[in-house]
C-alpha cells in the first residue's frame, strides 16, 4: 500500500457541519457511495469517447472534490470539464483522466479508512 500524505481535509465538512461527527460519517459514506459511481460512469463515456457525458460527471465529481479537499486534482477536474464541454485540447483528456482516476481511487482507500476510525469513535463515545 502507498504511505502517501493524506489526499483530502476534511476541515471544510467539519466548519460545514459544526463538527457533527454522525452528520460527517453519512458525508463520509455518500462520498465513498456516490464518487466511485461517478468516477466509473466517466470513465465508460471515456471508453466511448462521450465527451459530453465525460463533462457532465466531472462537473458532478467537482463537488466531491470540492467538499473533500482533494487539492492534487481540483485543478484538473475543472480543466477536465471545460475541455470536454468546449471539445478543444481535447487530446488531454486520457492524461486528465488518468491523474483523476490514480488520485481518487488512493483518496478513496484514505477516507474507508478513516471512515473506519470515525465509526469506532462515535461507538465509543
Not at 462537473?59 to 470539464?81: A, G, P, T, V
Request: charged fraction near 30%.
Amino acid at each position: 500500500m502507498m504511505t502517501a500524505q493524506r489526499l483530502y481535509d476534511l476541515s471544510n465538512l467539519d466548519e460545514m457541519l459544526g463538527g457533527d461527527k454522525d452528520a460527517k460519517l453519512q458525508m463520509i459514506k455518500i462520498f465513498l457511495q456516490a464518487t466511485p459511481e461517478s468516477l466509473s460512469e466517466m470513465n465508460k463515456c471515456f471508453g466511448k469517447n462521450d465527451l459530453e457525458g465525460i463533462s457532465k460527471l466531472a462537473h458532478k465529481l467537482k463537488s466531491s472534490i470540492d467538499i473533500f479537499c482533494i487539492m492534487d486534482i481540483k485543478q484538473d477536474i475543472r480543466r477536465l470539464e471545460n475541455i470536454t464541454r468546449d471539445q478543444v485540447n481535447t487530446d488531454e483528456v486520457p492524461d486528465l483522466i488518468e491523474k483523476i482516476n490514480t488520485i481518487l481511487h488512493e483518496t478513496f482507500l484514505q477516507v474507508a479508512s478513516y471512515k473506519e476510525e470515525l465509526a469506532q469513535e462515535i461507538i465509543g463515545s
